[in-house]
């Protein structure tokens, strides 16, 4: 019976040695030195030849689990360990892990094969690039709203590096708003958002990345807005959707924008002599118009997906940052370290420990809601510095007063860490100021001690006492 039999290089050498054997061709002498074996070792291949044949001489360890591998115990924990806590770290670091801090050693080479068998590895080999291919336009003109912020020095050296916030639609390739701003933030955001629906009207959908202002990093388990940050809050008050793409290659309508804009917007900046962020605002609905003209598309579906704002919305009162504070039964609140106190109207009286709605506006307002009602309040800011008057006349409150300012103007003082950035918000109350020059009152100094002693009002002074003496006397 014929049966297929896999053989190594050096179990074919040692099949030929052991035949030349048989056909008295090689003495057992000469063969343990071909094979660098005892004579004991030829004579056991002998034995093995001629009770199994040519299968003989095959290693029984083929096929066969190592008897030093590790249990598979040990190889499920090291990976239960690696799912939960390493997931996406590579074997070499994984393995210092499980060193340091779990006292488990394994090979890398080990953990390498552990992590690829159990589809937690991919070597960069397999790794195969991604194809993204093209996705069709919209149909319609409104019905998904492409936005994004691209970083360039757009003034080039005649002014800062800024960001321009794009607003582009998908069916058309149109346009619909620009706005240049210091950086990617959410109050240029709620600007930018505004002012493009007043002029369009809500499209169905915005199409975003992933950047901070669009998508929660950190949802709260607690907040019914759970995974929603403020600019998203405001579209879904608004009934508008955001969708945040997974890679830039998704949204390649505006990223393909921003290119063209990069390479024509700067020149046409520079022609006009353009080096600021208001300057260049003014004039973006010109270079809008013109880009539109150039390279918009007609759709395939001539309606028009924009909607109007409906009776019980409120696109001024949507575009803000809002959050809940619970009034103390002397009805103040706390937000960013201010403290706000409301005055005792019929209103707010019955409001003690009750939630109202802070809501802190891009341009800078800020108004306390409850329901439909805006609330009446003073400010009392916590950071504020001592205030003192310009003259003192008692010396020791002179000193530590100004041992006071010194300390408070080399103190770092800064608003609450949970509270909102406030680049692109202008005129706000959360200004941190030196309170010594808030208050009108300018340092003066130490007068030198020659200064004083020659001081005519001291002369003066001393010259009474020292005729004072002899009358006395």
């Known amino acids: 019976m014929s049966c297929l039999i896999t053989m190594s290089q050096k179990e074919l050498h040692r099949l030929e040695v052991i035949q030349k054997i048989r056909d ?27 009770r199994d044949g040519p299968a003989g001489l095959v290693s029984k360890k083929r096929s066969q689990p190592s008897n030093r591998r590790h249990s598979e115990e040990f190889r499920n924990a090291a990976l239960d360990l690696i799912r939960e806590r390493y997931l996406d770290f590579g074997p070499t670091l994984a393995r210092e892990k499980l060193i340091e801090l779990h006292r488990i050693s394994v090979a890398k080479e080990t953990l390498r094969q552990w992590m690829t068998e159990a589809g937690i590895w991919v070597s960069r080999r397999e790794r195969k690039k991604r194809v993204f291919q093209p996705r069709g336009r919209r149909d319609c003109f409104g019905e998904l709203v492409q936005i994004d912020g691209s970083h360039h020095w757009w003034f080039e050296n005649r002014g ?69 940050t403020q600019f998203g809050r405001a579209l879904y008050e608004l009934n508008i959707d955001i969708i945040c793409a997974n890679t830039p290659q998704a949204k390649g309508r505006v990223e393909r924008a921003n290119q063209t804009l990069q390479d024509r917007l700067v020149k046409e900046l520079r022609l006009r002599g353009i080096d600021t962020i208001e300057a260049a605002n003014s004039y973006a609905a010109e270079f809008i ?17 924009h909607r109007p704002l409906a009776d019980h919305e409120n696109l001024d009162g949507a575009m803000c940052r ?56 003073r400010t009392f800011d916590t950071l504020r510095s001592v205030h003192r008057a310009e003259v003192v006349d008692n ?29 692109g ?36 002074r001393r010259e009474k006492v020292l005729l004072r003496q002899p009358a006395a006397e």
């Open 322 to 377: 809002k959050e809940v504070r619970t009034l103390s039964q002397s009805l103040t609140l706390r937000y960013d370290k201010v403290l706000f106190i409301l005055d005792p109207t019929e209103i707010s009286r019955p409001l003690a420990g009750q939630k109202v709605i802070v809501c802190d506006y891009p341009d800078g307002r800020l108004e306390i809601m409850h329901e439909s009602f805006s609330l009446p309040y």
């Open 425 to 460: 918000q202008k005129d706000h109350m959360f200004g941190i100021r030196d309170g010594s020059t808030a208050n009108g009152y300018q340092k003066r100094g130490r007068k030198p001690r020659t200064d004083y002693m020659n001081d005519p009002a001291v002369i003066a």
């Open 395 to 423: 010396k020791r409150l002179d000193d530590m007063l100004s041992i006071v300012a010194e300390l408070q103007a080399g103190r770092e003082q800064q608003r609450s860490k949970s509270g909102p950035r406030r680049t």
């Open 289 to 305: 118009a013109d880009f539109n003209t150039r390279f918009g598309k007609q759709p395939r579906n001539p309606k028009d997906m």
């Open 160 to 228: 800062p590096k800024c960001a321009l916030l794009v607003y582009i639609d998908d069916a058309t390739g149109k346009l619909l708003h620009l706005r240049f701003a210091g950086s990617e933030n959410t109050f240029d955001y709620l600007h930018a958002t505004k002012a493009y629906l007043q002029q369009w009207g809500k499209p169905l959908a915005f199409y975003s990345d992933k950047h901070g202002v669009f998508r929660s990093t950190h949802p709260s388990k607690k907040d019914r807005t759970s995974g929603l």
């Open 24 to 50: 008295e061709r090689l003495s057992v002498v000469q063969a343990g030195e071909l094979l660098a074996l005892s004579r004991s070792q030829v004579h056991r291949l002998l034995q093995a030849y001629d």
